[in-house]
């Protein structure tokens, strides 16, 4: 019997894993990178053993780097050495964090990185700086240095500590390894060479002899902890008047603190963050010393997922694998077998959000106070772009199956239309997804799916309504009533897709 399941795309899916939540390692995604990165800020704080030496293992790796950098004053070929051997590190392949669209490594830091990290440390020797303790604050000092160069080098720095961690989580799950080959697996201190080695790993399905490393959830981040931006806010909050003096602002005599403070932090430029941070090493320490008493600090928050990363393609997937009425591919030769294709596909995606759990994706949860408390005893809709995620999620698969090219926010000369499908010229879709709560629902009725059509010369089109509130749902029956008693009917399908919550569980109904 033909099996009927897509590829296992994420890890616990390839190696079959139930997960309940209490894992410490990040469910990583397998054919492509997750836009979330690792923080060095973050493994300082943690407690998890193969971990525990890695503040002296950047300070003994930087210390090195730092007496190559004095060296290169009267041997050329040791700044040579940094910047084409000892700081070259290309893309972590092996972690799936960053922005890579698929399995195998890019570019990574590069020479570029190499070069740009060696100028900044080159300015922390000149002020007497000999330890580096949190690497990551060059970033401030130079603007060739992003949060993926960081967390590729962190990356391979503690490459060691990553193998034995995931080693140690493959013996505990019984999860079969097989010999891959691992780029700067150890730097050898002896010697101060990277070394590169085969090692039992488990294996990537989609890039044969490619190792995976499991990263822990604690150590993930959308922005570094130590961050240009942060420095910024910082200087502005508490230099905000000698900055204002120093950068020849000119300010009303009345300003308290806040409001001068809000000014600078609004005014300064990137390239004024970095002058200031080279004149005023003292203030970053400063900076960096408030923050390592910042509890506040903490990893990205998979199960809420603010930034739509990962919960709402993860969750697509799992229901088009065990989904799949629409996913065997259906000859579209006429205008009609595409409608009914389109409108199978949305019917699938109604589905999901009402029948099988897709809503929860569609909420947060409880905004904390200041005190660490909820500050709300409900959680909150999410925003439009979360449904927009969802759904593509959902349909991107069943349109590759039947030839469907489903194409994002295309401009129409009246504005972006949400989603456009299309078979060709002839068979052409346009849907546009609005939430109930908007203030431009009724407009989206009357004017914008209508207008869209127009200027494309597409006779079908979608408007998919989510509600999250019953108050909603008679917000949208109101609307609807009124727009068919004035315009006599309504230019393209409306679906009204329900994403409150507490439904029902299926077995009750």
């Not at 990263?215 to 000698?242: E, H, M, W």
């Not at 609807?480 to 897709?497: A, D, P, Y």
Request: charged letters at 30%; hydrophobic letters at 35%; glycine letters at 4%.
């Amino acid at each position: 019997m033909k099996n009927n399941r897509l590829k296992a795309r994420y890890f616990s899916q390839h190696f079959n894993i139930s997960l309940d939540g209490n894992e410490t390692w990040f469910d990583t995604r397998l054919d492509q990178d997750t836009k979330l990165y690792i923080d060095p800020f973050l493994i300082f704080r943690s407690d998890i053993p193969e971990f525990s030496n890695t503040r002296e293992k950047f300070s003994n790796f930087f210390k090195y780097v730092i007496g190559l950098i004095l060296k290169a004053e009267r041997n050329s070929n040791a700044l040579e050495k940094l910047e084409e051997h000892i700081l070259y590190f290309r893309e972590a392949g092996e972690i799936q964090l960053g922005d890579s669209t698929t399995c195998r490594p890019g570019n990574g830091p590069g020479k570029k990185f190499a070069k740009a990290c060696i100028d900044a440390l080159k300015l922390l020797i000149d002020r007497n700086y000999r330890k580096i303790e949190h690497f990551e604050k060059i970033q401030i000092f130079t603007p060739n240095i992003g949060i993926d160069g960081i967390s590729d080098t962190t990356a391979h720095i503690l490459k060691e500590e990553f193998i034995r961690y995931t080693r140690r989580i493959c013996r505990e799950l019984n999860i079969a390894t097989a010999l891959c080959p691992v780029e700067h697996a150890k730097f050898n201190e002896e010697d101060k060479v990277w070394e590169s080695q085969t090692l039992p790993l488990p294996e990537n399905p989609f890039c044969p002899r490619q190792g995976i490393l499991l990263v822990p959830k604690d150590f993930l981040c959308t922005s570094n902890a130590i961050n240009s931006g942060s420095f910024s806010k910082y200087v502005a909050r508490q230099k905000g008047k000698q900055l204002a003096t120093n950068l020849n602002f000119e300010l009303e005599e009345k300003l308290d603190e806040k409001e001068i403070s809000d000014i600078v932090e609004k005014s300064i430029s990137r390239k004024e963050v970095i002058s200031i941070a080279k004149a005023h090493l003292e203030w970053v320490d400063e900076y960096i010393e408030q923050l390592e008493q910042d509890k506040s600090i903490t990893s990205y928050n998979l199960s809420e997922d603010k930034s739509n990363l990962y919960r709402p393609q993860k969750e697509a997937y799992s229901f088009i694998r065990f989904n799949r009425n629409l996913l065997s591919p259906t000859l579209v030769s006429s205008e009609s077998d595409f409608i009914l294709c389109i409108e199978g596909i949305i019917n699938n995606f109604k589905s999901h959000v009402e029948e099988e759990s897709g809503y929860k994706l569609l909420w947060n949860d409880p905004l904390p106070s200041k005190d660490g408390n909820s500050s709300s005893t409900e959680p909150y809709p999410r925003k439009e772009s979360a449904v927009q995620l969802l759904f593509l999620g959902i349909v991107n698969h069943y349109c590759r199956a039947n030839d469907i090219d489903p194409s994002r926010e295309v401009e129409t000369g009246k504005g972006p239309v949400d989603f456009k499908f299309s078979t060709g010229y002839r068979n052409r879709a346009l849907i546009e997804i609005k939430l109930a709560s908007s203030s431009k629902l009724r407009q989206g009725f009357e004017r914008q799916l209508p207008a869209y059509l127009k200027a494309h010369n597409v006779d079908h089109g979608y408007y998919i309504v989510v509600f999250h509130k019953e108050s909603e749902k008679k917000k949208i029956d109101k609307i609807l009533n009124e727009v068919k008693s004035e315009k006599g009917i309504l230019q393209g399908k409306v679906v009204v897709i329900d994403a409150t919550r507490n439904k029902p569980s299926a077995s009750n109904l």
